[in-house]
């Protein structure tokens, strides 16, 4: 089993940053990927982004590209979310999310067995 603790969500003006932190425990060892997904009222959850646990790989949503970065420091167990530039659409709760097998399908929230609680981000125009 893998637990997943996200931090770092809040408030900020659109042009702001943020970074969000999730920190990782359990069979941490066995995890192929971590990323970010993010869900806005009423609309479906969203892939913002990847990194692959060896080697270090990234994929990104193209509406965040240019303006989010996704790192993972392995001592800690912890991936961040780096966020620039943001924008009211940006505006949702962001899950951290963990998987310990290969898939070509990074941006489908079936493929991830494992989820955080979520974290809010509410950026004001």
């Not at 932190?21 to 066995?30: E, I, K, N, P, Q």
């Given at each position: 089993?893998?637990?997943l603790v996200e931090s770092g969500g809040g408030l900020v003006q659109a042009g702001g940053s943020l970074r969000l932190?999730?920190?990782?425990?359990?069979?941490?060892?066995?995890?192929?990927a971590?990323?970010?997904?993010?869900?806005?009222?009423?609309?479906?959850r969203e892939f913002v982004a990847v990194i692959r646990c060896r080697g270090g790989s990234t994929d990104y949503a193209d509406s965040v590209k240019g303006r989010f970065t996704i790192t993972?420091?392995?001592a800690k167990?912890?991936?961040y979310l780096q966020m620039n530039s943001l924008k009211p659409e940006?505006?949702?709760?962001?899950?951290?999310?963990?998987?310990a097998r290969y898939s070509g399908r990074y941006d489908d929230p079936g493929q991830y067995e494992y989820w955080g609680q979520g974290t809010q981000v509410t950026v004001s125009s």
């Open positions: 089993q893998v637990q932190s999730c920190a990782a425990s359990g069979r941490t060892f066995s995890m192929y971590m990323g970010w997904f993010r869900q806005a009222p009423g609309k479906e993972k420091d392995n167990n912890t991936v940006d505006t949702a709760g962001y899950y951290c999310v963990a998987d």
